[in-house]
């Protein structure tokens, strides 16, 4: 396996084929294979934004993936930030189509048609949807399995309101609709409100939750935008009010991707392989028996499943021939599984089990009558690790920095700025970080490092 | 309501847009909204369909929907079935694209250049995966919502076997998928084995699930493929077997669609609306509070529901204001929920429920303690009724016929043929029934209706 710190890009690619999450050989450059392992662990992911969406009442859609260039055109602003990374269907089969229609590179054009449709009146609000789905873009930068790819997987909520501040709200209920998500997932992440020449095409403003990586860099993991009455004025959605009068409805949306499991593995792997949050594992725990003549290990393991299984513990035991406990052991360390079992004579003799635990150093035993509540301690201990490495990170991994010198390093950055784009483009032209905009989550106030007047807390990096 | 029986088209049309399944006005033709209460449904289903995969074996995966010519070019018989039918994409931002790439219409020629470098010795055999995305077809016929769209939620199993019988025994696990699957759907419908000319495009043979729809018609719900060494020829596709001997493996397929939903919709439903099984009703259990002065039927409501949910019942309760109870119990049988429990005072005062099951005539009173047996009890003979109807429809909507001039009303035909075409069509021509080939749900041997020869009981309709 390649070091991690040494060199990442490297390590990263090697750990998604080692732990067959995704194929990229894929004969379209850009759009790979979802394989079980990997497709599995996103499927905990979508679970739980799901959820979480309903539990805020956002109810869950499904919309068409072409959009015709009719629905496109009218999109002012918001067209032109994606012109260029359009896919565009224009025949069916012998036939060349009356209209070009692209695949969705999101879906405001597809959506907002309808919006306008569906609301009429006051009681018709607020309306709050989302969708889980595959989004196109025609990527001319060059590719990584889930950080960057050309069939994006994709969630998407939006919304409309009867005022801004309602509108407002709800950008609260998204960021609750975050936290809830990253206390299963544990990244180090900032959120930071981008500057309005980098907001979200069409939107009045953009709050991202950048994850910090491994060498500084950052991934933009969820953004949430507020659009005010940009969209519905140009999409004609409108509502009236109790007493009959028309009004614009105001708008939000809130995207998240495949960049959450590219972020998990980046963040929380190591040079053993992956290291995979308890509530997204595909395994919870791995049995592992080994060979004995005078014990039955793996009727004994089989049992463990069963009873691990019967409380809704993921989990599977390796029985397979050939390997020895040495290898599987490093085999699901590799898988990132957050806790393994190995049973041998002394277990089956005394009842017990030894535990390791895939972030803490050692072995523990239990007695088989705790077993399910030794279980339940190890993920608990395991996903507290990783929020422990997670606040290191934050701590490592982003320096406050005093003036623009400071800045040139393999870091991410923190510091005062006025808010003016001459400064921010100065830091950006002698550091080679972007400006992600003031920070949100570690609030404060200073002078510029650029020209002194006040400011606030920012954020630079370099991104991925 | 429009009447079912004599206007099925319309009832059909109508309770989608009532129960709010789909909304059919998206600018793109025969592209739906998919609207939350259909899509939920939907997801149940999916959910059988995963757990069901996952019991035999098979795993999820999830392939790109972009296919390019190259990759379909070499596809001979297979691609001519669909080639009239196919999406191309063929610009992508400014540019012409070099090859043009067409949206999967099904993904044999998407995977099985991978299935070529994924497998190399018989130790990769079986391989066993489904994926659940949409496929696209540019249907130049009559669409409707989940019975004939242009963008479909398909299902679609692909396995590969060392040899001809490995193959066929994964077909038997098909079937017991979709006996699985139809435990909780409840469609009457007949296994028929297709005439040649209408197997697959590049199958050996299909088999398929016709469910008999209202009016005679039938419907085409699942179908199962042997395809041999048909496709492994064509994507060089071969392992070494122990000796080192290179040979093609043996391949089947298994595609299913949100035709089941439009099946479940269209076999269940009534004059008062939709009839949702109880294993995929996005609500199982609707609770009804009957206000009241003298005592508080609506936190007794909540109370209910809360014991429900603990036990695994998806639940609801309507505390809608400005509607009358008997408004609600309407709306509530139009959704096709199974269960209703209404309170009011008295149910209050004697810690007891009213029940009301949507297939089953009367009300029932149950104690407050026994509420959890009672609702499974009333799941469970909703579930049975709709068993029993469904054994009913077959019953009375396939007959019997001993001559061609039988086969002229609406209804399906079982009838004697002898597997020659020139017999098939004549029936065809002169009662406008599509041959379903050989029924395999009901096996019986006699005189072709046609010819007189030896010939199977086959079966012949009307289809959609």
Redesign the interface.
């Known amino acids: 396996m390649q070091n991690k710190k040494e060199n990442f890009s490297e390590w990263y690619n090697e750990i998604l084929e080692t732990a067959e999450m995704s ?1 990229k ?4 450059k850009g ?6 392992y990997g ?2 662990a996103m ?1 905990m992911i979508d679970l739980l934004a799901r959820e979480l969406s309903e539990d805020h009442g956002i ?10 260039r ?2 496109l055109a009218v999109e002012f602003e918001h067209l032109k930030g994606f ?12 036939d060349q189509l009356d209209i ?2 692209a ?1 969705r590179p999101t879906s405001e054009s ?1 959506m907002y ?2 919006f306008s ?1 569906w609301i009429r009146n006051h009681a018709d609000l607020p309306k709050r ?1 989302f969708q889980i789905v ?1 989004v ?1 873009r ?1 990527e ?1 930068k060059h590719t990584r399995s889930f950080l960057r790819v050309r ?1 994006i ?1 994709f969630y998407e909520a939006h919304t409309a309101h009867e005022s801004y501040e309602d509108a407002e709200r709800q950008i609260g209920d998204y960021m609750k609709i975050w936290e809830g998500l990253n206390r299963t997932l544990k990244l180090p992440h900032v959120i930071n409100r981008r500057p309005d020449w980098d907001k979200f095409p069409g939107a009045v403003y953009t709050i991202a939750a950048d994850a910090i990586m491994p060498g500084g860099r950052t991934l933009q993991v969820a953004t949430m935008h507020h659009y005010g009455e940009n969209f519905s004025k140009t999409y004609d959605i409108r509502y009236s009010d109790e007493s009959g009068e028309s009004h614009y409805v105001h708008q939000t949306t809130y995207g998240m991707s495949e960049r959450l499991l590219g972020a998990v593995i980046g963040i929380h792997g190591d040079d053993m392989g992956l290291i995979l949050p308890s509530g997204i594992a595909p395994v919870q725990v791995v049995i592992v028996p080994i060979p004995s003549q005078s014990a039955d290990t793996a009727s004994y393991g089989a049992e463990i499943m069963r009873t691990l299984r019967m409380e809704g513990i993921r989990c599977t035991v390796d029985t397979r021939d050939g390997y020895t406990p040495g290898w599987k052991y490093n085999y699901w360390e590799m898988k990132g599984v957050p806790v393994r079992i190995e049973v041998g004579e002394k277990e089956v003799s005394s009842q017990s089990v030894t535990l390791a635990v895939r972030t803490i150093k050692g072995r523990r035993k239990t007695s088989l009558k705790d077993l399910t509540k030794s279980v339940r301690e190890a993920l608990a201990e395991h996903d507290e690790k990783l929020e422990y490495n997670s606040g290191r990170v934050i701590g490592e991994s982003v320096r406050h920095a005093e003036k623009v010198e400071d800045m040139k390093g393999q870091f991410s950055y923190f510091a005062y700025w006025c808010g003016n784009r001459e400064c921010s483009d100065r830091i950006e032209s002698e550091t080679e970080k972007n400006c992600l905009g003031v920070t949100l989550s570690h609030p404060s106030k200073g002078k510029c490092v650029v020209c002194g007047r006040d400011g606030d807390r920012a954020m630079f990096s370099r991104t991925y």
Chains 1, 2 share one sequence.
């Open positions: 194929d050989r894929y004969p379209v759009m790979n294979v979802w394989l079980p497709l599995k499927n109810e869950e859609v499904r919309f068409p993936v072409l959009i015709t009719n629905q012109e260029g990374e359009l896919y565009w269907v224009t025949k069916g089969g012998y070009d229609m695949l597809a048609p309808m449709l949807i595959s196109y025609y001319t069939e997987h």
